[in-house]
Each structure stands twice: as C-alpha cells, then as structure tokens.
C-alpha cells in the first residue's frame, strides 16, 4: 500500500516524536481560536512553551504542521481501512467499520482533523500534491467496496461514485456535530446508526 512512511525519511525517537506530537495538538487548538492564517509560529512557540528557535527545530513553518496534520489523519484512515479489508468482505460492514474509523478521529484529534477539513485548501505544491493523491486512494478503495458489493448481488445497482461521495459526506461532514455527542455516543455505535440509516434508506418499502 502507498501509504508513506515518515520514519523512513528521518531518524528520531520516541521522545522527538511525541514532542511533535503535541506541538501539532497546540498547533490545532490556535487553528480553532485564531484561524490558520492568523496563527503565528511565536503565538505557537508560546502555546507550546517552547523557545521559537526550539520549535523552529521541529517544524520550519506552519504550512508543515498543517500538512503534518493531514498525513495523521490519511495514516490512521488507510491503516484502518487496509485492516477491515483484510479481515471482512461483506461491504455494509466494511462501511460500518471505516465509518467507524472516520467517527474515532473526530472523537479523539478533533482539532487536527477540523483543520484537515477545513485546510486542505491552504496546503500548496508538493504537500498539495501527496495529499491529494493520498485523498484520491482513500476514496477509491470506499468505491471499491461499493462496487464490489454491487458486483457480489449484496448491494443495489447504484453509481459506485456517486455513492461513495454521499457515504464520505456523511461521514466527514460528522466533524461540524459529532465531537459534543461522542461522550454519550461512542463511534462505533454512532457509526451503527449513520450506516443504517445509509445502507437502509429512510424510504418506507411499499
């Protein structure tokens, strides 16, 4: 799978990564308060009670960290995603599961993946380009299993791409509500209840 592997790139440790870690958490909660374009690397540096030339060491701008914060999000989606295909093929519960998957990060980054949301349009050049690629596959194997559905007789003749985008729209668009009821809603059962309501339709059968 072509899902990129940071540690490859660079040799760190334990400790380098969590500290950037929690730098992109500080990172996501100004992204919230001030706005990506408002945000400066000394209001993070102060965030994160780090000297500016400390943090310049970890990341070079904001653009970085905001592209830090997409490939989190892509890492933890494809990752799931790759291990539910491999252990399941009927595709209401593949969905179920990836929905699942899409509601646990809302739950537990809700920062980064609001700026995962909300920022894909500030990434430029080569960040852009790998996230979109990234965006592209994520999407694909969602249609895949679509399609593979419909091929299997276990789902109805529908657009395969027209129902992916509706099932990912309902399954992004969960950032704006889903953090305030995840505590009285875990993902998995909120994702049970979203599925059904998408896998089932709210038509009355005649």
């Given at each position: 799978?072509?899902?990129?592997?940071?540690?490859?790139?660079?040799?760190?440790?334990?400790?380098?990564?969590?500290?950037?870690?929690?730098?992109?958490?500080?990172?996501?909660?100004?992204?919230?308060?001030?706005?990506?374009?408002?945000?400066?690397?000394?209001?993070?540096?102060?965030?994160?009670?780090?000297?500016?030339?400390?943090?310049?060491?970890?990341?070079?701008?904001?653009?970085?960290?905001?592209?830090?914060?997409?490939?989190?999000?892509?890492?933890?989606?494809?990752?799931?995603?790759?291990?539910?295909?491999?252990?399941?093929?009927?595709?209401?519960?593949?969905?179920?599961?990836?929905?699942?998957?899409?509601?646990?990060?809302?739950?537990?980054?809700?920062?980064?993946?609001?700026a995962f949301m909300d920022?894909?349009?500030?990434?430029?050049?080569?960040?852009?380009?790998?996230?979109?690629?990234?965006?592209?596959?994520?999407?694909?194997?969602?249609?895949?299993?679509?399609?593979?559905?419909?091929?299997?007789?276990?789902?109805?003749?529908?657009?395969?791409?027209?129902?992916?985008?509706?099932?990912?729209?309902?399954?992004?668009?969960?950032?704006?509500?889903?953090?305030?009821?995840?505590?009285?809603?875990?993902?998995?059962?909120?994702?049970?209840?979203?599925?059904?309501?998408?896998?089932?339709?709210?038509?009355?059968?005649?």
């Open positions: 799978m072509a899902i990129e592997k940071k540690a490859k790139a660079r040799v760190t440790t334990a400790a380098h990564d969590e500290r950037r870690l929690e730098i992109i958490m500080h990172c996501a909660d100004l992204f919230d308060k001030v706005g990506y374009h408002k945000m400066t690397m000394q209001m993070l540096a102060d965030e994160a009670g780090l000297g500016k030339p400390t943090l310049y060491h970890y990341f070079p701008s904001k653009a970085d960290i905001l592209f830090e914060m997409h490939q989190i999000h892509m890492d933890a989606l494809l990752s799931d995603l790759e291990a539910e295909v491999a252990e399941c093929s009927d595709p209401g519960v593949l969905l179920t599961k990836t929905c699942t998957s899409a509601l646990r990060q809302i739950a537990e980054h809700p920062g980064y993946v609001r920022h894909y349009g500030d990434l430029e050049g080569e960040h852009r380009t790998k996230i979109k690629r990234r965006r592209e596959e994520y999407f694909d194997r969602i249609r895949a299993i679509i399609a593979d559905g419909i091929s299997a007789g276990k789902l109805r003749k529908v657009d395969p791409e027209l129902t992916a985008l509706v099932f990912l729209g309902m399954c992004n668009w969960a950032y704006k509500w889903y953090p305030g009821k995840a505590a009285e809603t875990p993902p998995a059962r909120m994702a049970k209840q979203l599925c059904q309501i998408f896998l089932d339709g709210i038509t009355r059968p005649r």
